[in-house]
């Protein structure tokens, strides 16, 4: 890797593209293909994928285990943990075909569960939300325990599918062209500081959340120790892994509204915050000081997606791209806009969000079962600018 | 007769070998349609070319050229300018970040607005002056580490009427050159040691000469831009970190 390090820093970037339909309406996956290969130069071929929300809708009340494996022996231990710890609705071989420049790919399995509570576990937890925690525990062992083996998405009707090539590769494997989703997410990579491995290419997953991320999370150690204390683990090399870990821990598990959790992430500078009205200073200067281990330090722009909604955000002082555009009830976003109007040539409006300002599209209200909003109330501000549909 | 190439799905390396081709042939206006996403255009062309662009062109735009000048009828990704020598980019829509980066020569007109770092340690020999025209809004870090050159920032055509005139961190790094804006900015939008200055007599003429130019691209009214003051930005002098071991 060394003889590439200079030289990617100068002239690499990944690619990013990620699109929704607000009303849930669902976009064939070669959409979210052309876009993502319209920016092949922001990769190297040493990672690509892709993230589908609404692709399993006969299973939606299932978490769907995407399950990668090194080997057989690795999938039999995942299978047998599954067996014990969940009622499988339904498993089998996510679907690949040969697809020529991917070698020796892992295998790939997918399995539709719910969780099994042992009695005692059951009573304990009665009358709270524990299922997601569960499975949460449940990812969580499986990639630290069992030898080879990574589940690599874990949400209910929603996947990701990703590997070691460039973008078009990945889609012809995994037959991207025939899954259709309200939201699409897609990344191009081109590792810099962290191993080309299967494992290691975008999004990243931990329930329904998903994340593709173009940067460098340099605060990775500090992130990484501050989820561990709430029993995260980061097993894939990959600085990103961590971004998926605390949107769930700051989003769903402590129920921050999802403007609040961007602060976290890209907070504003303390001299901005001292200029801000004394309500909004006390806000950002309380996200500031707890959760100063949420923060991401270095460059980066990222699409995050849950369920409900599609989510760009860029560090602070916008080291890396991103651009966003609207039609009708679509939006997109994109390292690039040339990615952009690749899939919708003649948008209603182009802008390039601010830095450490998150764009927050979330579906209409009641658009699909199940919706879940992290959006604060209208009207409540944060004294950070947020741009958000519904406004 | 200019010679039009469609670029649809056609790669950059190609796309840029055609132009180059043709230039050797002796052709010298163009007009390029269906562009999405090529980068590069016209990198490094020596040649008194005139480009007219339709679609969205990719990153680096023109980077290092020194003679063509190359109309954009549409938005430009990031990166527009780098290094140019010589010639003229004008945009008629928006530009992305790191517009004229390290430039060195010639003009770089954009209509709208531009993102963060643009005129990134612009630099100035001689009579090579290179000149920055924003219509719109600038991002943080307009004219960081300039050495030279000269940016104007009007403010006027924007599509963010919610954001500041420009960003943080204006002329952060700066030693050189001179930055004009139209209207107010904050002191602490500016870079350490930066202060906005009155215009002089001269500063007047030039800020003539160069936006009658501008004008004439878009077809706006002088009278109009001039409707109301200039502030300059310029460092105190040309080595204000010279006594800091670290910024």
């Known amino acids: 890797m060394n003889h590439l ?35 092949e130069e922001r990769g190297n071929g040493l990672g690509a994928g892709f993230a589908a929300y609404g692709i399993y809708p006969d299973l939606a009340d299932y978490y769907a285990l995407h399950v990668m494996a090194d080997h057989r022996k690795a999938l039999e231990d995942v299978e047998e943990l599954l067996a014990h710890r969940t009622y499988i609705a339904h498993e089998e071989p996510i679907p690949t075909r040969p697809t020529p420049g991917i070698e020796n790919p892992p295998l790939f399995k997918r399995f539709f569960v719910k969780p099994k509570y042992e009695g005692e576990v059951r009573d304990l937890c009665a009358g709270t939300e524990d299922e997601d925690d569960y499975m949460v525990r449940l990812v969580m062992e499986i990639n630290t325990r069992i030898e080879g083996a990574y589940v690599i998405s874990s949400g209910k009707n929603m996947g990701a599918f990703k590997g070691v090539g460039f973008p078009a590769q990945i889609a012809e494997f995994f ?44 605060s990775y150690g500090t992130n990484r120790r501050y989820l561990e204390m709430f029993g995260y683990h980061c097993t894939l090399l990959t600085d990103t892994e961590v971004v998926a870990y605390l949107l769930d821990l700051l989003i769903r598990r402590h129920r921050l509204p999802i403007e609040i959790a961007c602060m976290a992430l890209a907070p504003p500078f303390w001299e901005e915050i001292d200029r801000m009205p004394p309500e909004e200073r006390e806000l950002a200067t309380a996200v500031r000081v707890v959760y100063g281990g949420a923060m991401l330090n270095g460059p980066f722009a990222i699409l995050f997606a849950y369920n409900g909604g599609l989510v760009g955000l860029n560090d602070r002082v916008k080291l890396r791209p991103l651009v966003a555009a609207e039609k009708g009830d679509m939006v997109y976003m994109a390292s690039e806009e040339a990615a952009i109007r690749a899939i919708c040539p003649d948008p209603d409006r182009v802008w390039a969000p601010k830095a450490g300002e998150p764009v927050i599209v979330e579906l209409e209200p009641g658009a699909i079962p199940n919706q879940r909003s992290y959006l604060r109330g209208p009207g409540e501000r944060t004294g950070a600018a947020v741009c958000r549909y519904p406004g | 007769m200019a010679t039009e190439i469609d670029a649809r799905d056609l790669h950059y390396r190609d796309l840029n070998r055609l132009l180059r081709a043709k230039i050797e042939e002796g052709e010298r206006e163009f007009i390029l349609r269906n562009v999405n996403g090529q980068r590069y255009i016209a990198a490094g062309i020596a040649e008194k070319v005139r480009l007219d662009i339709y679609g969205t062109p990719g990153l680096d735009l023109g980077a290092f050229m020194r003679g063509p000048e190359i109309i954009v009828h549409g938005n430009t990704q990031d990166g527009a300018g780098n290094t140019m020598d010589d010639g003229k980019i004008v945009v008629h829509g928006m530009a992305g970040d790191v517009v004229g980066y390290a430039m060195r020569g010639g003009k770089i007109h954009v209509y709208s607005d531009v993102g963060y770092r643009v005129g990134i340690h612009m630099k100035a020999y ?50 050189g050159g001179t930055i004009y804006i139209r209207g107010k900015v904050e002191e602490y939008q500016l870079g350490k040691g930066l202060k906005p200055h009155e215009l002089t007599a001269q500063d007047q003429d030039l800020l003539r000469r160069h936006l009658t130019e501008y004008c004439q691209d878009f077809n706006l009214d002088l009278q109009e831009i001039f409707r109301e003051p200039f502030i300059k930005i310029e460092p105190y002098t040309h080595r204000p970190y010279g006594k800091l071991y670290a910024y």
């Open chain 1, 175 to 218: 037959r991207i062209e025939e899954y259709r989703a309200y939201i699409w997410t897609a990344h191009n990579r081109f590792p810099t500081n962290t191993p080309g491995w299967w494992g290691g290419a975008h999004p990243f997953t931990i329930l329904d959340w998903s994340i593709v991320h173009n940067g460098e999370i340099s």
């Open chain 2, 126 to 175: 001689m009579d090579k002056i290179p000149v920055i025209i924003i219509g719109g809004k600038a991002g943080d870090f307009l004219g960081e580490y300039m050495a030279g050159g000269i940016i104007i920032l009007l403010g006027m055509f924007s599509r963010y009427p919610e954001r500041p005139l420009a960003g943080l961190y204006l002329g952060t790094g700066m030693h």
């Open chain 1, 5 to 39: 390090r200079g030289l990617s820093k100068d002239i690499s970037g990944c690619g990013l593209s990620g699109v929704i339909h607000r009303k849930g309406e669902l976009i064939p996956g070669e959409i979210i293909i052309r876009s993502i290969c319209c920016q």
